[in-house]
């Protein structure tokens, strides 16, 4: 069972937001470029029970996540952890005052390409 | 009455507000302004939970309603120096000073002292965790029940 002692950090993570740009060849079709580092943010990441994200994926080869960080104004379409390109969700504002975005996250085991 | 005013304040400095945007996590800069103004709260609260100075300030004190002439207290007071000491309508006092003990020559129902603190370095490092503490339980947003225990430790 996961705990988290009292007074301890809660932000004890570090994910790289990553924004690849978009671009659109003579026919329209957009294509992402690489990702470059935007910022390096504290989050608070843990890993879904297997059963959510079975449940959510329907797919035995994925680590569902579940990250909370500090809003920030930089734009993002990508975010790093230890080595894994994360696939999210549209983040949630936990706080409802914009200070803090919840997302659910997955990554695939077998990640062909790793970052690291 | 002790009524114990404001007058001006040191701001918070530039390695203040990184300090606390490192405690806090905060990664980068668009609500500087909204974290400054709350380090300022922070800094003012955890000096009056304390009783020491932290940042340099100019503090009224008035003290009112007074039936003899005990000695007014000055909060933040240690070490500090005193500008003004008058009576209810605006005139000088004599007075003698120990520590942060100011005792008026003569006895008037109003007392009204203007000092300027000076910052306690030693203290000054051990409150400041607790002001980065504060600042961020005012930015999350904490009840009054976080707020004041980490008033308590002070």
Known sequence: ?116 | MVKLTTVSSAEPQREHLAAFKAYASVPDDHLDALLVQLLRTAFKMVQEAADKPILASSLELEVSERDDNSPVVLFQGEGASVVSVTDGTGAPLGYDRRGSLIFPNAATPVVRVLYMTVPDLAEGARLLPFVYQYATALYDGADSKTLANILAQC
């Open chain 1, 1 to 116: 069972m996961l705990r988290e002692p009292k007074g301890a950090r809660r932000l004890n993570d570090l994910v790289t937001l990553t924004l690849a740009s978009v671009t659109e060849d003579d026919y329209g079709h957009p294509s992402l470029g690489e990702p470059a580092d935007v910022l390096t943010v504290r989050a608070y990441v843990r890993q879904m029970s297997a059963t959510k994200t079975m449940l959510t994926f329907q797919q035995a080869d994925v680590v569902g996540l579940e990250l909370e960080f500090r809003a920030v104004s930089v734009e993002y379409n990508g975010i790093t952890w230890r080595g894994h390109r994360l696939h999210f969700s549209q983040p949630e504002d936990v706080d409802d005052r914009g200070r803090f975005v919840r997302l659910t996250a997955w990554y695939q085991v077998d990640n062909p390409n790793p970052v690291n």
